[in-house]
């Protein structure tokens, strides 16, 4: 596995750069762009299409920097400053654990209040060079594609607060026992946890830009699965505890074409550092799995990528608001109720009933499916027999 991405790059290559850049979280920078550009597409479809059109804004011009601008600016650039000089001068302790760096105190003073000044200057000079004698306010053309990186800056903060509260709920005794490294770990996401407190951000969003929900949700259907697609790769090349459970099943004839890891694999190397120690290895990632195991992060990476492509075939055939991601829930919440059949997950014990969360909500969500499809159909064809 590759905890870092230079660990892969590396292994690819056979070089010796170090980076600081983890591999899983690589793959969920990586997966926000792909969604990002397939959102893009579709808003900008549905423009030309004349199902969306742009709205009007008025903003004012003209106007000098303020206090609230300066202040940002000022408090960005010391962050980035007080950190930054601090990662060439101790680039060591960066590299190996950035995300303990980035939380620590270390940093340098002195490149804070230096990047600090420079980039308040920046931000006065700016203003400074558009300042009018006096503001005007003008109405301004803003279309829908135009606000994607606002959807996609949105989706990845409330995304990944919501991962981590679902992640917490799941795993709530792991939280207890050492909650400040719970709260600050990039691994420990719960994908359903992201998905619904980002849908509900995002949905207020879109309303408050006359957008309206169905039409929005349609547009993100394809790109939750590409995004999705690629995001599970993260899981599988960093090994973050995504996998399935134990199989020493002999591999199926009918696989006979797949290579044995795609079968069942032991996760060498992986980034939580779980199973046995690997002999004659050094470093922080030297544990391999005592036995091998489903790798379902690759699955479920393979199943959105299929279903992806169905989606995106399917979706300038369907006329009805709201239905295209009325079958994304159900065919989601399909393929993620099954793989959970074979995924490591920590039960809820109703009774006698073991459930996980990740099946309840994907149940929910094929019931959601399921029924949004039937009421919208249905209605769509009494409005048209009215017409």
Known sequence: MYPRLSDMINDLFGTSIRLPI????????????????????ELKRKEKQGILSPVNKSITKGK?????????????????????LAMITNYSFFVENPQEFLLSGEGSIIGGLLLAAAS?????????????????????EVHPYELTANFILLAAVTGIIGAKIFDILENLSAFLANPIKTLFAFQGLTFYGGLIVAAITLIWYARKNKIHWLIFVDSAAPALLLAYCVGRLGCQFSGDGCWGIVNVNPKPEWLSFLPDWAWAFDFPHN??????????????FCRVLEQ??????????????????????????IMINGLLFSIYLVINGISRFLIEKIRVNPPYHIGSLEITQAEIISFVLIIIGITGSIYLILDHRKKTKKK
């Open 22 to 41: 983890q591999t899983y979280g690589f793959f969920v920078a990586l997966a926000f762009v792909v969604g990002a550009f397939i959102l893009y597409l």
């Open 64 to 84: 000098p920097a303020g206090i609230k601008e300066l202040a940002g600016s000022g408090l960005l650039g010391f962050l980035i400053g007080f950190k930054g």
């Open 120 to 140: 308040v200057f920046s931000t006065w000079r700016s203003y400074n060079k558009k300042k009018l004698p006096k503001p005007v306010v003008e109405n301004v």
């Open 271 to 284: 980034v939580i550092r779980e199973g046995e120690l690997i002999e004659n290895c050094s470093g922080q």
């Open 292 to 317: 091998p195991v489903y790798p379902t992060s690759l699955y479920e990476s393979v199943m959105a990528l299929i279903f992806f492509i169905f989606v995106w075939l399917i979706r300038k055939k």
